[in-house]
């Protein structure tokens, strides 16, 4: 029977950085991975056209860049190389003008300037409260809540930054706040784009806050991706590990968390065997699959329960990757090529697919993210091509399609392939000729994802929807909002916790960092208990 210091079950980022945080404190630590391939939705492969590298999930590492939980591991050290597009992220309209976000505040300006005179300006007004409190909104969000030095940080440097004029910005609705600051609709798009990341709607509170943070992230410090493929970025992060002395079982599917008097003892897999755990066992699961699943019902209280009858996924994806034997033909093309592109013509259509996924329609006209991955990284296909991913949202339940009706909501091969037709039209109405330069295409729609990640419920990305009734200390239902459970020594390290999804490391590290904590508490109510008085600080 092994026996570890703590089990981390999966080995996604959130699992990965909190095994190395464990790690580096000298803990014995094994990670359980469900699949053959660590890394969760960090992964990469060969596998869609010979010569190509496609990612199967997630791309583009904002976030992983501005993240101290990553930073801090220096993963670079470990064979990560980042690189960059060009440009960071751009919007083509029918009319043949692009919207681009460039790598400086002032490039980006003297752009959207040229579209609409005035908004170079109102860019620069926007971006300059990020000089002077970005950091620190980073880490106040990333943080375990409540965020206590991080947020008096942001308290201190908030008059510099706008003082109540920012505070009113970031809680009001992406529509009107970018109505309001800009007259085209290129700077609008810009914002729109990043904040669609995630389910907020356009017009409701929080998507502000999504946007003017990916956008300044970009702005900053660009759109990174690894090179070689997303495999690489989780790839520094298994080597880091057991470099350590880090154990990785992959393949070993978890089937239950141990408890006994109260206190996780372990984790027992599908094939019966059971790793012991002395101090902690952390999930990197969704919420859903820890409380009543992972977990028995008796162990849990039933208010808890009770409120995971409530718990709200984020919509379904379709994602579709391409091998292209030469890059996307725009129409027209910009002076700096985006790796990252949002299609969508205005911050009002963004806001109508999100209204009809709310509705259980499936979209007609699908806002897409669309993700040039050679622009950013020439060594993800031969001299000359393009690897290329779309990715769009769909409701998880189907009431009617928007477009021709064709689409029954099964997300069967038949439903996840008309999808795909439907985004590869999108593309060509921009892209004129597009289809005659596609050699191989993959279609993952929501059963393929799940199936890829268990965590990826329905094609959920992000551990359950971003919404504001969803996040802080309600999530991932209402009186939690931090990584312990009702389970001593067991917390959720996976992105159903606060502060929900992206790849960033952050409920990693503060699951890790609560087991800590709880261990050193732990440790010194023991040594009181004999009457030693050599207590560690």
């Known amino acids: 029977m092994p026996v570890s210091d703590a089990v981390v079950i999966g080995s996604g980022p959130n699992g990965l950085v909190a095994a190395n945080l464990l790690a580096d404190q000298g803990w014995d630590v094994t990670v359980l991975e469900a699949q053959q391939t660590a890394g969760g939705a960090v992964r990469s492969a060969s596998d869609v056209h010979d010569g190509f590298i496609h990612d199967t999930f997630s791309s583009f590492y904002p976030l992983g860049v501005a993240s101290p939980a990553i930073r801090g591991l220096q993963l670079e050290r470990h064979g990560l190389e980042w690189v960059n597009a060009p440009a960071v992220a751009g919007t083509p309209f029918m009319s043949g003008e692009w919207a681009v976000m460039h790598r400086t505040p002032e490039e980006t300006a003297a752009a959207l300037d040229a579209l609409a005179p005035g908004d170079g300006q109102a860019w620069l007004d926007v971006c300059a409260g990020w000089q002077k409190i970005g950091d620190s909104v980073v880490a106040a969000l990333l943080d375990p809540f409540p965020p206590v030095r991080s947020g008096a940080r942001v308290a201190a440097k908030l008059p510099g930054a706008g003082g109540i004029d920012f505070v009113r910005m970031m809680l009001s609705p992406l529509q009107s706040m970018a109505g309001q600051r800009f007259k085209g609709n290129g700077a609008q798009m810009l914002l729109a784009g990043n904040a669609a990341h995630a389910d907020i709607p356009m017009d409701a509170p929080g998507s502000t806050i999504m946007a003017w943070l990916l956008a300044m992230i970009g702005q900053h410090l660009g759109y990174p991706v690894p090179k070689g493929g997303a495999g690489m970025f989780s790839g520094a992060m298994v080597r880091r590990f057991t470099s350590e002395g880090g154990d990785l079982r992959v393949g070993h599917h978890a089937r239950r968390v141990l408890v ?84 969508a013509e205005s911050i009002d259509e963004i806001r109508q697919n999100g209204a009809h996924l709310a509705a259980g329609a499936v979209p007609a006209t699908p806002f897409l993210l669309c993700g040039q991955m050679a622009v950013a990284d020439p060594s993800r296909a031969p001299q000359g091509g393009e690897s290329l991913w779309l990715y769009t949202h769909v409701p998880h339940h189907t009431t009617s399609d928007a477009g021709d009706g064709t689409i029954t909501g099964r997300w069967d091969r038949d439903d996840t392939e008309r999808m795909a037709d439907r985004m590869q039209a999108r593309v060509e109405a921009y892209a004129p000729g597009f289809g005659d330069r596609v050699l191989s295409r993959r279609v993952l729609g929501p059963r393929e994802l799940e199936g890829r990640d268990e965590n990826l419920v329905g094609g959920s990305v992000n551990g359950g929807t971003a919404g504001l009734h969803q996040q802080l200390i309600f999530r991932p239902v209402p009186g939690l909002g931090r990584p312990e459970t009702p389970v001593k020594g067991l917390y959720l390290a996976s992105a159903s916790a606060h502060p929900g999804g992206g790849v960033h490391g952050a409920c990693g590290s503060n699951a890790a960092r609560a087991a800590l904590a709880h261990d050193r508490v732990r440790a010194a109510r023991s040594l009181m208990a004999t009457g030693r008085k050599d207590i560690p600080a």
């Open 260 to 343: 006994r008097d109260g206190r996780a003892t372990g984790v027992e897999t599908d094939d019966g065997q059971v790793f012991t755990a002395r101090r902690a066992v952390l999930a990197d699961v969704s919420a859903p699959a820890l409380y009543g699943g992972l977990v028995p019902t008796e162990e849990l209280p039933s208010r808890l329960l009770r409120r995971m009858k409530r718990f709200e996924w984020d919509p379904g994806t379709v994602k579709v990757d391409f091998a292209l034997s030469g890059p996307v033909p725009w129409a027209t093309t910009p002076d700096a090529a985006p790796g990252t592109v949002h299609i």
